[in-house]
């Protein structure tokens, strides 16, 4: 079965701090990696997408991947009160295989 | 652009009713996924849709059914409904697999 694992949280860190998220997939055939924040009593939305091995970095998220780990993390910085919500790893295994999302973790940024 | 949007938004149902929730695309995508988050569950995936054809469906009973029509609007039903089925129902739709764009979602009560 293909599995998306994530901590449930929460995380806590103060304000200015940076958040570390991370997600472990256990297809080693995934292909694509997205990160989604989900306000509470909101729907997700994406924030992040990555394909390739290595960094990706769009304003104060760093998305991170590593194949041979079958690691994805999301890094970020300076983080806000506003950035509190649970967040989302989500994987595309192969082909036209839906997207399989893991529980998601918790993030509390206090101020 | 408009959003996804969901119609209704909350559903107050009995056990062995029956419910059909509806799914508007933002205009130009064709593929809609639908669904189910439960605190304990998480995101689970019901099914794909493309062009009016259900390309994938995720471990449901055969209750869940669902359909898309030509204008890539898409309806679900859920059958014999059971108290389990409590849960916020999620709609996305999407041009690229996992960038997907949600809907607000139905929140369904069973009682």
């Known amino acids: 079965q293909k599995e998306v694992e994530q901590n449930s949280g929460p995380l806590s860190v103060p304000e200015g701090a940076i958040a570390s998220l991370n997600c472990t997939y256990s297809?080693?055939?995934?292909?694509?990696f997205f990160w989604y924040r989900q306000y509470s009593g909101k729907s997700p939305e994406l924030i992040m997408f990555?394909?390739?091995?290595g960094d990706k970095e769009d304003g104060r998220f760093t998305a991170q991947l590593n194949k041979a780990s079958q690691y994805v993390s999301l890094l970020i910085r300076d983080s806000q009160p506003s950035d509190s919500a649970t967040y989302l790893c989500?994987?595309?295994?192969?082909?036209?295989?839906?997207?399989?999302f893991g529980k998601g973790t918790r993030l509390s940024v206090i101020a | 652009k408009a959003g996804v949007t969901q119609t209704p938004r909350y559903l107050i149902k009995t056990r062995g009713q029956q419910v059909t929730l509806s799914c508007s695309p933002i205009?130009?995508?064709?593929?809609v996924s639908w669904y189910q988050q439960t605190p304990g569950q998480g995101l689970q995936f019901l099914f794909e849709?493309?062009?009016?054809?259900?390309?994938n469906k995720g471990n449901f009973p055969g209750r869940f059914s669902g359909r898309q029509f030509s204008n890539s609007r898409s309806e679900m039903n859920v059958s014999t409904l059971e108290l389990g089925d409590s849960a916020l129902y999620l709609c996305?739709?999407?041009?690229?697999?996992?960038?997907?764009?949600f809907g607000p979602g139905t929140r369904l009560t069973v009682t």
């Open positions: 996305a739709s999407w041009t690229a697999p996992g960038e997907q764009y």
């Open positions: 990555i394909y390739s091995n």
């Open positions: 297809d080693r055939g995934s292909q694509s």
């Open positions: 989500a994987v595309i295994t192969s082909g036209n295989t839906p997207l399989v």
């Open positions: 849709y493309f062009s009016e054809t259900q390309r």
């Open positions: 205009s130009g995508h064709r593929s």
